[in-house]
T-cell receptor
Framework: IAGITQAPTSQILAAGRRMTLRCTQD?????MYWYRQDLGLGLRLIHY???????GKGEVPDGYSVSRANTDDFPLTLASAVPSQTSVYFC???????????FGSGTRLTVV | QQPVQSPQAVILREGEDAVINCSSS?????VHWYRQKHGEAPVFLMI?????EQKGHDKISASFNEKKQQSSLYLTASQLSYSGTYFC??????????FGTGTRLTIIP
């Protein structure tokens, strides 16, 4: 089934630890995105990539990094996790031009 | 710049209609609408690009005003399956999609 796969589904992480959230799509979409969702704040953009080899910062990029080595994969890394990074993280992708976003099923991350 | 959604929450009886609004202080390139059920990912409903545009499918439709600063989502004869949180997402020029804080819709039998 075409779509986006995120892993892990959920994770409890000790503060200070490094963590990579994985995201893979099989739709050959050029653009990919990472959002975090917090109660009352909606979805906020962390980082994005317009095409393989390029990345950009979103609204809340601090403490996060991304890479886009190929079209399909867009991992999000937390170098040293802090409790404020407790959230649900969604990866999304879209085709070039004015198209809707397809979201992955999310990763629920708790930093303790 | 985050769009403003209203209302924040609404409770309807099955069969009733609802309108959800999404407003911006400046003209938009596009408006997206998504629905998210509890514990699931947001699902794309539709995108509007042109001022004055209206589109929809089944009993869910949306409009984009002429100035491209406001969009409304219309849910007609609501069904239990319509329950969830609805988000509008807005784009300005080359900026990426920015989401509103959502409208929680509850349909009761």
């Amino acid at each position: 089934i075409a779509g986006i796969t995120q892993a892990p589904t959920s994770q409890i992480l000790a503060a200070g630890r490094r963590m990579t959230l994985r995201c893979t799509q099989d739709m050959r979409h050029n653009a990919m995105y990472w959002y975090r969702q917090d109660l009352g704040l909606g979805l906020r953009l962390i980082h994005y990539s317009n095409t393989a080899g390029t990345t950009g910062k979103g609204e809340v990029p601090d403490g996060y990094s991304v890479s886009r080595a190929n079209t399909d994969d867009f991992p999000l890394t937390l170098a040293s996790a802090v409790p404020s990074q407790t959230s649900v993280y969604f990866c999304a992708s879209s085709a070039t031009g004015a198209h809707g976003y397809t979201f992955g099923s999310g990763t629920r991350l708790t930093v303790v | 710049q985050q769009p403003v959604q209203s209302p924040q929450a609404v409770i309807l009886r099955e069969g009733e209609d609802a309108v959800i609004n999404c407003s911006s202080s400046k003209a938009l390139y596009s408006v997206h609408w998504y629905r998210q059920k509890h514990g699931e990912a947001p699902v794309f409903l539709m995108i509007l690009l042109k001022g004055g545009e209206q589109k929809g499918h089944d009993k869910i439709s949306a409009s984009f005003n002429e100035k491209k600063q406001q969009s409304s989502l219309y849910l007609t004869a609501s069904q239990l399956s319509y329950s969830g949180t609805y988000f509008c997402g807005t784009e300005y020029g080359n900026e990426k999609l920015t989401f509103g804080t959502g409208t929680r819709l509850t349909i009761i039998p």
